[in-house]
């Protein structure tokens, strides 16, 4: 597992597309996405049809936040079926770091 | 890692320059006033031309070509090319850019002239950079470059997805590669004599002027370099003070999240 690799990890009932956003150690980070929109919050939207949302692949729209995200153990992930293209992966990355600086903030 | 530095960890911003010097390279070298390094310069040039403008060529359709120019950049030899590539340019830092209407005319029977006029359309923007580029380089080549190359080496494409780098930087070093590799790619077409089809044309001029204004955003922010407000306004570069300070609290975060969760995932394991 490696920044930048497309993962599919189980998260509430439900397998949820991810992308590595750091790989550290015995662990890595892995922003997750969701199918569910959250108005008025900022979201990095992928498509399934897009090229970006082939390397899932997706099978619907789904939402990236900053917010979601987690420290996981690489056995638990599913690797995806391609790297994750590169402007999605920096549009994300850009997303959790605002994120992150925001909650250190406050 | 400084925001100085950020401008040159991916030499990329380096290639539209050198490759922009290869009709002139080639003059030198067929009237034998070319000097060793002008030679292995012009040798590795048409290396990369060859090797890896053919892989842009081939791409079949417009996500294709993306998905190469992803490959690229990951690619280790790929990014060691670019590095020892910009160690051996440093004797041509005293040569003048070759301007953007002049490369847009040599690449004209390759692309078309549509795309000659979109890129003398953007010969302002590629101007600026070229110019720019090569104060930085000379200044940064000046100063410690040897260390500098020696890092970037043992780092590897790896500082385009590394969280280190704050994202914008990223994006933007990896704008400056992908615009160095679509001219390698209608270079190559230059070199091979062929035409390229419309479609692939429009993109790779496309991709190269967007991947110039990209890496401009960051190098236009670096102290001391000088670019035209109506080449590339204000507002549009990289506020490195502001991105700076955000990605060293990002990182306190992560750091924390990181301990927090290595803790609960090894006990639980």
Known sequence: ?106 | MTERRWAFDAPGGFLPWLTSLRRDLRHLVANTTATKEERELLLLLDYAASHHGDVLLAADDVDDLDDRLDDLLRRPDVFHWHVLAARLARPLLRREPVRADRFAETAGPAIGAGQVRALEAAAPLIDAYFRVQRELLARFAAEDADDAWNELEAVGPQILTSPDVPPEVAASLAGGLRAGLSMLGIARAVQQGTVVEPWLARELVERLVSGIRAHLRLLAAMPGAEVPESVLPVTERLDLAAIGERHRRARRYAERTFGAARSRLLRDA
């Open chain 1, 1 to 106: 597992m490696h920044e930048g690799g497309t993962v599919w990890i189980d998260l509430a009932d439900k397998r949820r597309p991810g992308v590595v956003v750091e790989a550290r150690g015995e662990l890595v980070r892995v922003a997750y996405g969701t199918s569910n929109e959250l108005p008025g919050t900022g979201a990095v939207v992928v498509h399934p049809d897009t090229r970006a949302g082939k390397k899932f692949p997706l099978v619907r729209t789904t939402y990236f936040y900053g917010a979601n995200t987690g420290w996981e153990l690489p056995d638990g992930l599913h690797p995806g079926a391609a790297e994750c293209a590169r402007d999605l992966f920096d549009e994300i990355r850009r997303l959790v770091e605002e994120h992150d600086a925001c909650v250190e903030e406050t």
